[in-house]
């Protein structure tokens, strides 16, 4: 996801996000106190994340159970508040944001059992996505983290296993392996090239 930096003197708040509103429609992400404003996302990374929000509704995933752009409050020296792309919810997080009125997954209820972020260009948001973003949804307790790269053609999947993220890396025809949808026990398989070529 492509960022721009807001200036800000002072690290903000978990609770001073939440109620910040600046009467603009601009999305913002809170990294370590810093409000961080997020420009639209190019038109290939919406094809993906459509492309791919849709094969997980025919992989048997419940439309409920799906998210794109929710807030997600991470572990931090600071205040950090992510904004993936595409999350699937557990049923016990479901229940947990029953009649809530900001879709915001706190850290007092359980993590989502997937989360996916989509590259783009620029260091800055690689390392965004391949490295921070990787500790804080390990320390989070994120069963799955899958970043989707159209920039090097792969998709990484990271799977938690004692605490820590295993990672397969996955491009052209070879197909996802993933404990979450292994679970769903369905026939359509989800490769590589059928999430990067966003083509339905």
């Known amino acids: 996801m492509t960022v721009a930096t807001t200036s800000t003197k002072t ?15 601009v999305s913002y992400e809170l990294e370590n106190g810093e409000l ?4 639209p996302e ?9 492309v791919l929000f849709a094969y997980l509704l025919r992989l048997g995933i419940a ?17 950090t508040v992510r904004v993936p792309d595409l999350m699937v ?8 944001l029953e009649g ?3 879709a915001t997954v706190t850290l007092e209820i359980p993590p989502p059992a997937l989360v996916v972020e989509l590259v783009s260009p620029g260091q800055r948001n690689i390392d965004r996505d391949y490295r921070y973003k990787r500790s804080q949804y390990e320390a989070r307790g994120i069963q799955e983290y899958w970043i989707v ?3 090097t053609q792969k998709v990484t999947v990271l799977q938690l296993q004692e605490g820590l993220y ?3 890396t996955f491009e052209g025809e070879a197909t996802i392996e993933s404990e979450q949808l292994k679970a769903l026990q369905v026939g359509e398989e989800l490769t590589a090239v059928k999430i990067l070529d966003a083509k339905a």
């Open 11 to 25: 690290a903000m708040s978990l609770a001073e996000f939440l109620a910040f509103d600046d009467g603009t429609d």
């Open 42 to 50: 190019s038109d290939r990374n919406q094809r993906i994340t459509s």
């Open 36 to 39: 961080i404003a997020m420009p």
């Open 149 to 151: 790269d159209p920039l």
């Open 63 to 79: 439309p409920e159970c799906l998210r794109m752009n929710a807030e997600l409050v991470v572990s931090g020296a600071r205040a």
């Open 100 to 102: 809530a009125k900001r």
């Open 89 to 96: 919810l557990s049923e016990e997080l479901l229940a947990a």
């Open 166 to 168: 295993e990672r397969m």
